[in-house]
T-cell receptor, first 113, second 116 residues
Framework: QKEVEQDPGPLSVPEGAIVSLNCTYSNSAFQYFMWYRQYSRKGPELLMYTYSSGNKEDGRFTAQVDKSSKYISLFIRDSQPSDSATYLCAMRNYGGSQGNLIFGKGTKLSVKP | SQTIHQWPATLVQPVGSPLSLECTVEGTSNPNLYWYRQAAGRGLQLLFYSVGIGQISSEVPQNLSASRPQDRQFILSSKKLLLSDSGFYLC???????????????FGPGTRLTVL
């Protein structure tokens, strides 16, 4: 079982839709979770950073962590064509390489006008 | 504010040639620095990280090496490139001086390397 699983998509939605992006993980010791947005041929941009379980909101973006289910989500409200990108989840490793980020493979999102 | 630079932006090199990619960070001191490779469909692979000048940790045995000659400079090198070294190379930084468990990590613009 991979440490972090993320559906690669692609996910295509109409403008204005609510988007749900998800990752599951296997290591119950993970506590710090990040979401990155990566436009084509660019470096990843940090969107959200959360600790432990619960929700965190920033504008149209909400990050949710459910540690009991080992499941994290990123919700995008009122999606815009400019949200079209690949979204990467990441979490801090508490195992042998303590402190390193473990990334999902990314979900490619396309928001159609 | 902090800024991270990488160069060159794109590079096409023949198999067997040497490589040197450079990353510099501005606006912070004593950062932790990272080199990643992103291959199509394979996600981000951590190659090296450094918590200080001259301190390099390697995560994956490979044809590459890294050096940190100055506090805010991180260099990725190879003596002889392989076809499998093609990919998108990303440098990242985070605040240093504390446990690596808690920091947000920020990426540079990347270098796209094609080995022919």
């Amino acid at each position: 079982q991979k440490e972090v699983e993320q559906d690669p998509g692609p996910l295509s939605v109409p403008e204005g839709a609510i988007v749900s992006l998800n990752c599951t993980y296997s290591n119950s010791a993970f506590q710090y979770f990040m979401w990155y947005r990566q436009y084509s041929r660019k470096g990843p941009e940090l969107l959200m950073y959360t600790y432990s379980s619960g929700n965190k909101e920033d504008g149209r973006f909400t990050a949710q962590v459910d540690k009991s289910s080992k499941y994290i989500s990123l919700f995008i409200r009122d999606s815009q064509p400019s949200d079209s990108a690949t979204y990467l989840c990441a979490m801090r490793n508490y195992g042998g390489s303590q402190g390193n980020l473990i990334f999902g493979k990314g979900t490619k999102l396309s928001v159609k006008p | 504010s902090q800024t991270i630079h990488q160069w060159p932006a794109t590079l096409v090199q023949p198999v067997g040639s040497p490589l040197s990619l450079e990353c510099t960070v501005e606006g912070t001191s004593n950062p932790n620095l990272y080199w990643y490779r992103q291959a199509a469909g394979r996600g981000l692979q951590l190659l090296f990280y450094s918590v200080g000048i001259g301190q390099i940790s390697s995560e994956v045995p490979q044809n590459l090496s890294a050096s940190r000659p100055q506090d805010r400079q991180f260099i990725l090198s190879s003596k002889k490139l392989l076809l499998s070294d093609s990919g998108f190379y990303l440098c990242a930084w985070e605040s240093g001086g504390t446990s690596r468990l808690y920091n947000e990590q920020f990426f540079g613009p990347g270098t796209r390397l094609t080995v022919l």
